[in-house]
Each structure stands twice: as structure tokens, then as C-alpha cells.
């Protein structure tokens, strides 16, 4: 069964200041989606990493994809407060009917 | 262009009752999924269809949800009867393929359902 594991889970930060939030997945997979979802709203699609070692930025943030060590980080530059948010990791299985596994969410607050 | 449209937006119903869920994804996709998020975890795949087929239904608790998607634009989704545990967010997306089997997910505003 894909399992797919985010970490931290919780992170408060400073404006201004970098940090890297970690996705971890079980299966061979090379299609790896990052979301954003506001308290109350609905997800947002971020990034959509198709290969190993793709890389996509949008402005503070930057998300790569490593297929053989099953990983895709989320990189975060000199934060602000817009960027207080939860952000999902999404793996498509590519041997279960394309199924969508997502990590259970990143709760990211940044602090003026 | 129009998002994914999901209504009612919010239910409470007492435990042992029955509810519907609609949605109409963005015109064209093909592809539409239901999710449940319990609160504070990730979105969890119950259902997805491609046009009016059902593609993967492996983790719908098929003893009292069902869905269709008789003409494969709309769906509904129902559960019958309501426990507890089904309180969540059930969410709505649908997709375009964006080539090589890739395909881009659109969440709708969900259906925020709390069960007493």
C-alpha cells in the first residue's frame, strides 16, 4: 500500500527566514503533487513534478522531486505571513489504478 | 471559467440518517474523484470516475456509500445510514489530462458534514 509521509507536520517560522518541509512516499512513483489549503478553503494546486529531479519555482517557493530516494521537498524563502497555510504532498501510484495518496499536511505559520 | 461546484456546503445530520452530496466539475473533465478529509489529515480517495465509469472505488466503505455519475458530468455521493466517524470534509475534484496519463486535480469548496 503507498504510504506517504510528511514531516514536520507543524512549523512555525520567522518572516524572512528559509525552511524545507520533507515528503516521503513507499512506492515507485514519478508524479508528486504539492497543495496549499487556507483554514476553511479548498485545495489549491502548487506543483506538479512529473521526473526525477524536477525542479519548479513560484515565487518563495520551490519544489524538486527525487524519485529513487522517494522524496520531494518544499522549499520556503524568506517567508511571509500569505505563505501561513497547509500544504499537501500528493503521490500517484503508478500501479494502482493511478491511485492519489496524500501526507497528512503541513501546518505552517509564519510569525511577523 | 467555472470552478468545481459542490453543494450543500455544510449538513448536520443526526447519526442513522441519509445524505446526498453534488457535484458538477469544471466543464470538459472527464476525470472526477470524491475525497473525504477528516479534520487535520489529507484529503483520502473514496471514489474516481472517468466519464460515467467507476476507475477505483477500492477505499469507499461501500456497506453505506455510494456514488454515480449516471451521464458523466455530475455526481453524487451518498451515505446511508450516517455514523459518527463519517463526520468531515467531503470533497469534490475533477481532472484534465495534461498528457502521458498526468493529470491535474481541481478541488471544489466541499461539504463540510457533521454527523450528531
Known amino acids: 500500500e503507498l504510504k506517504v509521509e510528511q514531516n514536520p507536520l507543524f512549523l512555525s517560522m520567522q518572516e524572512g527566514k528559509n525552511y524545507t518541509i520533507y515528503c516521503n512516499y513507499s512506492t515507485t512513483s514519478d508524479r508528486l503533487y504539492w497543495y496549499r489549503q487556507d483554514p476553511g478553503k479548498s485545495l489549491e494546486s502548487l506543483f506538479v513534478?512529473?521526473?526525477?529531479?524536477a525542479v519548479k519555482q513560484e515565487g518563495r517557493l520551490m519544489a524538486s522531486l527525487d524519485t529513487k530516494a522517494r522524496l520531494s521537498t518544499l522549499h520556503i524563502t524568506a517567508a511571509v505571513h500569505d505563505l501561513s497555510a497547509t500544504y499537501f504532498c500528493?503521490?500517484?501510484?503508478?500501479?494502482?489504478?493511478?491511485?492519489?495518496?496524500f501526507g497528512a499536511g503541513t501546518r505552517l505559520t509564519v510569525k511577523p | 471559467e467555472a470552478g468545481v461546484a459542490q453543494s450543500p456546503r455544510y449538513k448536520i445530520i443526526e447519526k442513522r440518517q441519509s445524505v446526498a452530496f453534488w457535484c458538477n466539475p469544471i466543464s470538459g473533465h472527464a476525470t472526477l474523484y470524491w475525497y473525504q478529509q477528516i479534520l487535520g489529515q489529507g484529503p483520502k480517495l473514496l471514489i474516481q470516475f472517468q466519464n460515467n465509469g467507476v476507475v477505483d472505488d477500492s477505499q469507499l466503505p461501500k456497506d453505506r456509500f455510494s456514488a454515480e455519475r449516471l451521464k458523466g458530468v455530475d455526481s453524487t455521493l451518498k451515505i446511508q445510514p450516517a455514523k459518527l466517524e463519517d463526520s468531515a470534509v467531503y470533497l469534490c475534484?475533477?481532472?484534465?489530462?495534461?498528457?502521458?496519463?498526468?493529470?491535474?486535480?481541481?478541488f471544489g469548496p466541499g461539504t463540510r458534514l457533521t454527523v450528531t
Open positions: 475534484a475533477s481532472s484534465l489530462s495534461l498528457g502521458w496519463g498526468v493529470y491535474e486535480q481541481y
Open positions: 500528493a503521490v500517484e501510484s503508478l500501479y494502482n489504478n493511478n491511485d492519489m495518496r
Open positions: 513534478l512529473l521526473s526525477n529531479g
